[in-house]
């Protein structure tokens, strides 16, 4: 394997001093007391790691450069960043760094809807603007405290600590992007946690699918080890099917002109401080978030709320076809049914002056609910439309 040509360093820290100890792994003298207990399949599995080359080089040496042509070394990369390393049928997972999270336009592009900061002590100087920015566009976000350090415990400080779960409810209605100084250690980490954690994707196929699409991450070899351990811990596989790799992003159109009426995103602010050196990371469960973004599996109707006009615009908009967005817009399951199964609009419909579908209206309208009752009801909508268009 490939990890062979490394062995001369240290397999847990990467220091070049090591030496074979028990026969079965290099470590320096420092490490070796830690390396002498570890099991033979945690070896093997961060030996594997170790052997995986990364696709490409986005900040030369594995750290962030504050170049100025860092836009144009962006150009040159082979995958598009941020990286998504999970795609979904929605905007999926991104990784990237600080200068991804600052360009706003390219988030909302992205359908990025979520943002989780890892490396809030940055925010100062050319990025001091870029938290109200979020807050202004829509975008959700979390500023947790992490460290780069080799005696830093990411899972248990912050993945198992809710990082996870704001990841997993972010997911449900937007695009989540993990960032960290550079987007190689600390957001890789966490990120790679979640595919652990909540979706049993194999470790090593994860890391292998994150180094395709965002080059050199998981320098830090402690945060490696964590990682094994941890999927050791909750029982996923280190090793499964290989992760789909989406390298075109889902583009979702931000609302404007005269539909923005209808579509501003509220905004939530989760673990949020302007005073960014101030901020610090909360433990909270994904219930605690889903206070404000609960979702209600229930597959039932609620009354129609326009049963005369069925939710029909004004004017130029006062036909069958914006009918249908607009109900998808107010959640009413009984009309979104009423047009598609007897007026025969097509679910793919769209409004004319922005390209609007009926589940971006509804996603948009869920960011904005603030009861559990109303958002059960656009976990309905989008359930059932998202199922006639996977058809």
Not at 35 to 40: G, K, M, P
Not at 155 to 177: N, P
Not at 309 to 324: E, L, P, S
Request: proline share 4%; with cysteine.
């Amino acid at each position: 394997m490939n990890a062979v040509n490394n062995m001369s360093s240290c397999l847990l820290c990467g220091s070049y001093d090591a030496q074979l100890v028990e026969s079965t792994v290099f470590s320096c003298g420092w490490c070796a007391p830690k390396a002498r207990v570890l099991d033979s399949e945690v070896v093997k599995t961060l030996q594997e790691i170790d052997g995986i080359p990364p696709a490409f080089n986005l900040w030369s040496g594995g750290r962030r450069e504050d170049s100025t042509d860092g836009e144009q070394k962006r150009a040159r990369l082979p995958v598009p960043q941020p990286a998504e390393i999970l795609p979904l049928s929605a905007p999926g997972l991104f990784v990237g760094d600080l200068d991804d999270v600052k360009n706003v336009h390219r988030l909302r592009e992205l359908g990025i809807g979520f943002v989780l900061n890892l490396c809030p002590e940055k925010l100062e100087g050319h990025y001091a603007d870029v938290s109200i920015r979020l807050a202004e566009a829509g975008i959700k976000q979390l500023t947790w405290p992490a460290q780069d350090t080799w005696d830093f415990d990411i899972v248990t400080h912050v993945a198992k600590q809710g990082a996870c779960d704001f990841i997993e409810v972010g997911l449900r209605s937007a695009g989540v992007l993990v960032n960290c100084w550079g987007g190689v250690n600390r957001s890789a980490s966490v990120a790679l946690a979640f595919l652990v954690m909540k979706k049993n994707i194999g470790l090593v196929d994860a890391v292998q699918s994150t180094m395709s699409q965002r080059g050199t991450v998981l320098t830090n070899r402690t945060f490696r080890l964590l990682l094994v351990q941890l999927a050791l811990e909750v029982g996923c596989p280190l090793r499964a099917a290989k992760v789909n790799v989406c390298t075109v992003p889902t583009i979702i159109p931000t609302p404007s002109g005269d539909d923005a009426n209808h579509c501003q995103i509220q905004k939530l602010r989760v673990g949020f401080s302007k005073n960014a050196k101030g901020a610090t990371g909360q433990s909270f469960t994904s219930r605690d978030l889903d206070s404000r973004l609960s979702f209600d599996d229930r597959s039932k109707d609620w009354a129609c709320t326009d049963p005369h006009k069925k939710h029909r615009g004004k004017g130029h908009r006062d036909t069958k076809k914006y009918g249908y967005l607009y109900s998808a817009r107010s959640a009413c399951i009984t009309c979104i049914k009423h047009y598609i199964e007897s007026e025969k609009i097509d679910p793919w419909s769209k409004s004319d002056s922005q390209g609007y579908s009926a589940i971006d209206f509804a996603e948009w309208e869920l960011g904005r609910v603030k009861c559990d009752e109303e958002a059960a009801k656009y976990r309905v909508v989008l359930s059932y439309l998202k199922s006639l268009v996977a058809q």
